[in-house]
Nanobody, 115 residues
Framework: QVQLVESGGGLVQPGGSLGLSCAAS????????MGWYRQAPGKQRELVAAITRGGNTNYADSVKGRFTISRDNAKNTVYLQMNSLKPEDTAVYYC?????????WGQGTQVTVSS
């Protein structure tokens, strides 16, 4: 079955950096467009970054220039490097399909940006 396991979250001060990882199993990863999503308390889940199977990337305006999505098909893993973090980036971050139907959601990883 499909399993997505996110890791790398934590507490960071404004202006700091964090790197998230998502290990996927049960899918043909190299053929999958992947995305990073986040959900803040009281808000809907939103797509913040996506990467096609060919490596093309797309970002939400709110994170453009600060976040970088990448993938390693040999490791079935998608990454999100987050720099210049702001308090409004605080959320639970999830990975999932970047387009089309969603896979079962993982547990996510909490990112808290606070001084």
């Amino acid at each position: 079955q499909v399993q997505l396991v996110e890791s790398g979250g934590g507490l960071v001060q404004p202006g700091g950096s964090l790197g998230l990882s998502c290990a996927a199993s049960g899918i043909i990863f190299r053929l999958a467009a992947m995305g990073w999503y986040r959900q803040a308390p009281g808000k809907q889940r939103e797509l913040v970054a996506a990467i096609t199977r060919g490596g093309n990337t797309n970002y939400a305006d709110s994170v453009k220039g600060r976040f970088t999505i990448s993938r390693d098909n040999a490791k079935n893993t998608v990454y999100l490097q987050m720099n210049s973090l702001k308090p409004e980036d605080t959320a639970v971050y999830y990975c999932n399909a970047g387009s089309g139907s969603y896979y079962p959601w993982g547990q996510g990883t909490q990112v808290t940006v606070s001084s």
